[in-house]
Nanobody
Framework: QVQLVESGGGLVQPGGSLRLSCAAS????????MGWYRQAPGKQRELVAG???????NYADSVKGRFTISRDNAKNTVTLQMNSLKPEDTAVYYC??????????WGQGTQVTVSS
């Protein structure tokens, strides 16, 4: 069994920054891909950024150059640094981790609201 705990969401003005974190705990044998997804009201959940075990990253076109995903394999955490936030970034953000043995898990979600 594993658990994921997300933190770091909140309300920020356009142009501001937020940092999301997702920490995994439990019997962990390794984590393959880690990712962040988001879901805005009335829209489908979409991939924001992903990072492989080796550190290769990919980003949605809408966030390239503004968001940075990183991971700490020793601490089983993944972080999303979000800069130059726009109102259209408003959504619930979810981390998604692909665990060795346990499979795929989602975080509980954290609200990000970008508004003046």
């Amino acid at each position: 069994q594993v658990q994921l705990v997300e933190s770091g969401g909140g309300l920020v003005q356009p142009g501001g920054s937020l940092r999301l974190s997702c920490a995994a705990s439990g019997r962990i044998f390794g984590i393959n891909t880690m990712g962040w997804y988001r879901q805005a009201p009335g829209k489908q959940r979409e991939l924001v950024a992903g990072i492989t075990r080796g550190g290769s990253t990919n980003y949605a076109d809408s966030v390239k150059g503004r968001f940075t995903i990183s991971r700490d394999n020793a601490k089983n955490t993944v972080t999303l640094q979000m800069n130059s936030l726009k109102p259209e970034d408003t959504a619930v953000y979810y981390c998604n981790l692909d665990f060795v043995v346990h499979g795929n898990y989602w975080g509980q979600g954290t609200q990000v609201t970008v508004s003046s």
